[in-house]
Protein backbone atom coordinates (compact mmCIF):
# COMPACT_ATOMS: atom_id res chain seq x y z
CA UNK A 1 0.00 0.00 0.00
CA UNK A 2 1.45 3.26 -1.26
CA UNK A 3 0.91 6.29 1.06
CA UNK A 4 -1.70 8.40 -1.22
CA UNK A 5 -4.07 5.17 -0.53
CA UNK A 6 -6.82 5.19 2.30
CA UNK A 7 -8.36 1.59 3.23
CA UNK A 8 -12.09 2.41 3.22
CA UNK A 9 -13.68 -0.01 5.65
CA UNK A 10 -17.39 -1.78 4.86
CA UNK A 11 -18.71 -2.96 8.36
CA UNK A 12 -21.03 -5.74 8.70
CA UNK A 13 -24.42 -5.05 6.44
CA UNK A 14 -23.38 -1.93 4.96
CA UNK A 15 -21.89 -1.00 1.76
CA UNK A 16 -19.13 1.92 0.41
CA UNK A 17 -17.97 2.46 -3.27
CA UNK A 18 -14.26 3.62 -3.82
CA UNK A 19 -11.83 4.78 -6.67
CA UNK A 20 -8.10 4.27 -7.38
CA UNK A 21 -6.15 4.83 -5.57
CA UNK A 22 -7.81 3.77 -2.33
CA UNK A 23 -8.97 -0.02 -1.48
CA UNK A 24 -11.69 -1.29 0.42
CA UNK A 25 -12.09 -3.65 3.06
CA UNK A 26 -14.42 -5.75 5.07
CA UNK A 27 -13.52 -7.92 7.88
CA UNK A 28 -15.58 -10.64 9.87
CA UNK A 29 -17.29 -12.60 6.38
CA UNK A 30 -18.30 -15.87 8.29
CA UNK A 31 -21.64 -17.13 6.62
CA UNK A 32 -21.86 -13.36 5.19
CA UNK A 33 -20.64 -12.83 1.49
CA UNK A 34 -18.37 -9.59 0.41
CA UNK A 35 -19.90 -8.34 -2.88
CA UNK A 36 -17.43 -6.43 -4.67
CA UNK A 37 -18.69 -5.39 -7.92
CA UNK A 38 -16.24 -2.53 -10.00
CA UNK A 39 -14.97 -1.29 -13.44
CA UNK A 40 -11.40 -1.64 -13.59
CA UNK A 41 -11.46 0.62 -16.67
CA UNK A 42 -12.95 3.56 -14.31
CA UNK A 43 -10.99 2.39 -11.06
CA UNK A 44 -14.13 2.78 -9.32
CA UNK A 45 -15.75 -0.40 -7.55
CA UNK A 46 -18.01 -0.93 -4.18
CA UNK A 47 -18.36 -3.62 -1.72
CA UNK A 48 -21.61 -4.69 0.08
CA UNK A 49 -21.06 -6.73 3.37
CA UNK A 50 -24.44 -9.24 2.94
CA UNK A 51 -25.75 -10.36 5.93
CA UNK A 52 -29.15 -12.53 5.03
CA UNK A 53 -30.14 -13.57 1.73
CA UNK A 54 -33.58 -12.33 1.52
CA UNK A 55 -35.05 -8.97 2.99
CA UNK A 56 -38.71 -10.48 2.98
CA UNK A 57 -37.69 -12.06 5.91
CA UNK A 58 -36.84 -8.61 7.66
CA UNK A 59 -38.49 -5.79 9.37
CA UNK A 60 -40.65 -3.39 6.95
CA UNK A 61 -40.15 -0.46 8.77
CA UNK A 62 -36.61 1.22 9.16
CA UNK A 63 -35.03 -1.74 7.21
CA UNK A 64 -31.59 -1.55 6.37
CA UNK A 65 -30.89 -2.46 2.52
CA UNK A 66 -27.57 -3.69 3.01
CA UNK A 67 -28.09 -6.52 5.19
CA UNK A 68 -30.26 -8.52 2.30
CA UNK A 69 -28.50 -10.09 -0.72
CA UNK A 70 -31.46 -9.18 -3.02
CA UNK A 71 -31.54 -5.37 -1.98
CA UNK A 72 -27.83 -4.72 -1.26
CA UNK A 73 -26.93 -5.71 -4.82
CA UNK A 74 -29.54 -3.26 -5.97
CA UNK A 75 -28.70 -0.35 -4.22
CA UNK A 76 -24.42 -1.13 -4.51
CA UNK A 77 -25.61 -1.37 -8.37
CA UNK A 78 -27.59 2.03 -8.58
CA UNK A 79 -24.77 3.99 -6.82
CA UNK A 80 -21.90 2.85 -8.82
CA UNK A 81 -23.73 3.49 -12.05
CA UNK A 82 -24.28 6.85 -10.13
CA UNK A 83 -20.40 7.41 -10.14
CA UNK A 84 -20.18 6.79 -14.20
CA UNK A 85 -19.67 3.20 -14.62
CA UNK A 86 -20.11 1.76 -17.82
CA UNK A 87 -22.95 -1.36 -17.71
CA UNK A 88 -21.10 -3.32 -19.78
CA UNK A 89 -18.33 -3.13 -18.16
CA UNK A 90 -19.30 -4.72 -14.30
CA UNK A 91 -17.47 -7.61 -13.06
CA UNK A 92 -18.08 -9.40 -9.49
CA UNK A 93 -15.86 -10.86 -7.45
CA UNK A 94 -17.41 -12.87 -3.89
CA UNK A 95 -16.25 -14.14 -0.48
CA UNK A 96 -17.34 -15.78 2.48
CA UNK A 97 -20.96 -17.89 2.35
CA UNK A 98 -18.80 -20.28 4.83
CA UNK A 99 -21.10 -22.25 6.89
CA UNK A 100 -19.83 -21.88 10.35
CA UNK A 101 -21.12 -24.41 12.53
CA UNK A 102 -22.76 -27.99 11.98
CA UNK A 103 -26.19 -28.69 11.75
CA UNK A 104 -28.23 -31.62 11.04
CA UNK A 105 -29.13 -31.81 7.11
CA UNK A 106 -32.84 -30.88 7.99
CA UNK A 107 -32.12 -27.35 9.30
CA UNK A 108 -32.08 -25.56 6.03
CA UNK A 109 -32.68 -22.32 7.42
CA UNK A 110 -29.71 -22.07 9.63
CA UNK A 111 -27.32 -22.70 6.12
CA UNK A 112 -27.09 -18.98 5.80
CA UNK A 113 -23.38 -19.14 4.70
CA UNK A 114 -25.06 -21.00 1.03
CA UNK A 115 -28.09 -19.64 1.20
CA UNK A 116 -26.37 -16.06 0.76
CA UNK A 117 -23.88 -17.27 -1.31
CA UNK A 118 -26.91 -18.82 -3.67
CA UNK A 119 -28.91 -15.09 -3.44
CA UNK A 120 -26.08 -13.15 -3.92
CA UNK A 121 -25.18 -15.00 -7.76
CA UNK A 122 -29.24 -14.76 -8.52
CA UNK A 123 -28.80 -11.14 -8.09
CA UNK A 124 -26.12 -11.08 -9.89
CA UNK A 125 -27.41 -12.72 -12.99
CA UNK A 126 -30.56 -10.42 -12.56
CA UNK A 127 -27.91 -7.56 -13.73
CA UNK A 128 -26.33 -9.43 -16.18
CA UNK A 129 -22.94 -8.65 -14.23
CA UNK A 130 -20.49 -11.96 -14.62
CA UNK A 131 -18.64 -13.21 -11.83
CA UNK A 132 -15.02 -13.42 -12.58
CA UNK A 133 -14.01 -15.18 -9.42
CA UNK A 134 -14.49 -16.21 -5.83
CA UNK A 135 -13.92 -17.79 -2.59
CA UNK A 136 -17.10 -19.45 -1.11
CA UNK A 137 -18.26 -21.80 1.25
CA UNK A 138 -15.90 -23.83 3.98
CA UNK A 139 -15.98 -23.07 6.98
CA UNK A 140 -13.30 -20.43 7.74
CA UNK A 141 -14.07 -16.42 8.35
CA UNK A 142 -12.29 -14.49 6.07
CA UNK A 143 -11.34 -10.61 5.75
CA UNK A 144 -11.28 -9.21 1.86
CA UNK A 145 -9.41 -6.22 0.38
CA UNK A 146 -10.04 -5.40 -2.97
CA UNK A 147 -7.84 -2.61 -5.23
CA UNK A 148 -9.69 -1.07 -8.35
CA UNK A 149 -7.11 -0.10 -9.56
CA UNK A 150 -5.59 -4.03 -10.49
CA UNK A 151 -8.62 -5.57 -9.68
CA UNK A 152 -7.39 -8.19 -7.48
CA UNK A 153 -9.18 -9.14 -4.10
CA UNK A 154 -6.97 -10.00 -1.48
CA UNK A 155 -8.78 -13.20 0.59
CA UNK A 156 -7.25 -13.26 4.23
CA UNK A 157 -8.53 -16.68 6.06
CA UNK A 158 -7.38 -17.40 9.38
CA UNK A 159 -6.33 -20.94 8.28
CA UNK A 160 -5.00 -20.38 4.85
CA UNK A 161 -3.31 -17.16 5.00
CA UNK A 162 -3.32 -14.84 1.92
CA UNK A 163 -4.82 -15.35 -1.09
CA UNK A 164 -5.29 -13.12 -4.53
CA UNK A 165 -8.61 -13.77 -6.72
Do not use: W
Not at 9 to 36: E, F, M, Q, Y
Not at 110 to 126: C, D, Q, S, T, Y
Amino acid sequence: MNETQTVIKVGIADLKIVTAPDIIRTSGLGSCVGVVIYDLQKEVAGLAHVMLPDSAIGKKDNLNLYKYADTAIDSLVDQLYACGVRKNGLQAKLAGGAQMFQFTPSSAMMRIGPRNIEAVEEKLVHHQIPIVSSDVGGSCGRTIEFDPESGKLKVRTVHKGEAFI
